[in-house]
């Protein structure tokens, strides 16, 4: 069933063909993407095969043809995936953090639009400030980016034509999906090390009998998701860190925005502080972070929201604009 559609102005996304239809997985659902006469529109849905059999009854009205594999996973696998995980949370943490964690999961679509909208207006801003200043140019910092998700997303509100983007991502089973995301026209680096406060070397953690090589949640902090799973050693090898604040530090001279997407897993805390400390968290536009508070054990649950509560007070204090991510 459709849940809703969103015009966007074109301006938002003008490397959009005149007409071109696409599926992709966002917050809450599936959504395809219409572009038609210079307007885009997103439409979007609860399941993955009703997007698909959306796009494919637009494709035929428009005369496109239909991509042979649009499908990113067999409903099985994602159905076998979910049960897996609910079954773990009830077995390891008890009814009570099965039903926190389900009502966040119902949430989702709504925070999904707010998200959306406020990321429009931030880019809105943004780009008012590009054309009004000398240096013509943003930048984009996405941390955690795994296969791309977040860029793909992203990158429709802060445009490539006016953005050059740095994808943050130590997996490096991950790292051929985010080179094919560049072109002539996307000026794209791709930095295979983890963010952090300092330059080194650090383990790199996931779930116990994780198969999936691109898996989305591993972390360099042995702690991350403590409430639903005791963390593994997902490679066996190290992955390399740097230091965040020196590489915003480096760039903030080269270009009149900088935007920060930090997704890393429970890495964040200890990054957004030594931002603060720096004040370097005043030199960027915006900042979208996943939090983790949730999914940590009930005690520190609570004193890590507290935690991010103060971090949100001092961006806004700052003038910073700060929304949560996921």
């Given amino acids: 069933m459709q849940g809703s559609a969103m015009l966007v102005h074109p301006q938002y996304d003008s490397n959009c063909p005149k007409t071109s239809v696409e599926v992709s997985e966002g917050f809450g659902g599936w959504f395809a993407r219409i572009c038609e006469d210079d307007q885009e529109t997103f439409h979007q849905f609860r399941r993955e095969r009703d997007a698909i059999a959306f796009a494919d009854t637009q494709r035929m009205r428009?005369?496109?043809?239909?991509?042979?594999?649009?499908?990113?996973?067999?409903?099985?696998?994602?159905?076998?995936?979910?049960?897996?995980?609910?079954?773990?949370?009830?077995?390891?943490?008890?009814?009570?953090?099965?039903?926190?964690?389900?009502?966040?999961?119902?949430?989702?679509?709504?925070?999904?639009?707010?998200?959306?909208?406020?990321?429009?207006?931030?880019?809105?801003?943004?780009?008012?400030?590009?054309?009004?200043?000398?240096?013509?140019?943003?930048?984009?910092?996405?941390?955690?980016?795994?296969?791309?998700?977040?860029?793909?997303?992203?990158?429709?509100?802060?445009?490539?034509?006016?953005?050059?983007?740095?994808?943050?991502e130590p997996n490096k089973n991950c790292l051929e999906h985010l080179h094919s995301l560049r072109s002539e026209n996307v000026a794209i680096e791709v930095v295979a090390k983890a963010a952090s406060v300092k330059d080194g070397y650090a383990e790199f953690l996931g779930p116990p009998g994780r198969s999936d090589l691109t898996y989305e949640g591993c972390s360099i902090v042995p702690s991350h998701n403590g409430g639903l799973y005791p963390s593994q050693r997902f490679t066996p090898e190290l992955v390399e860190t740097f230091s965040l604040s020196q590489m915003i530090q480096a760039k903030r001279g080269l270009y009149e925005v900088i935007v920060l997407k930090l997704d890393v897993e429970g890495a964040e805390y200890e990054i957004l502080d030594d931002l603060i400390r720096s004040g370097l968290h005043r030199d960027l536009h915006a900042t979208y972070v996943e939090f983790h508070s949730l999914y940590m054990r009930n005690s520190e649950g609570r004193k890590t929201a507290v935690v991010e509560r103060k971090i949100v007070d001092e961006f806004q204090q700052a003038g910073t604009h700060i929304s949560r991510w996921i």
């Fill in 62 to 168: 428009l005369g496109l043809p239909c991509p042979p594999l649009e499908r990113t996973a067999s409903s099985g696998h994602k159905a076998i995936r979910k049960i897996n995980q609910i079954a773990d949370v009830l077995r390891t943490r008890g009814l009570g953090r099965f039903l926190q964690l389900s009502t966040l999961s119902l949430s989702e679509p709504i925070r999904s639009q707010r998200l959306r909208y406020r990321v429009a207006s931030d880019a809105r801003q943004a780009l008012s400030k590009i054309k009004a200043a000398s240096r013509h140019r943003g930048l984009f910092i996405d941390c955690g980016s795994n296969i791309g998700q977040a860029y793909k997303f992203f990158s429709r509100y802060y445009t490539p034509d006016y953005y050059d983007y740095v994808l943050v």
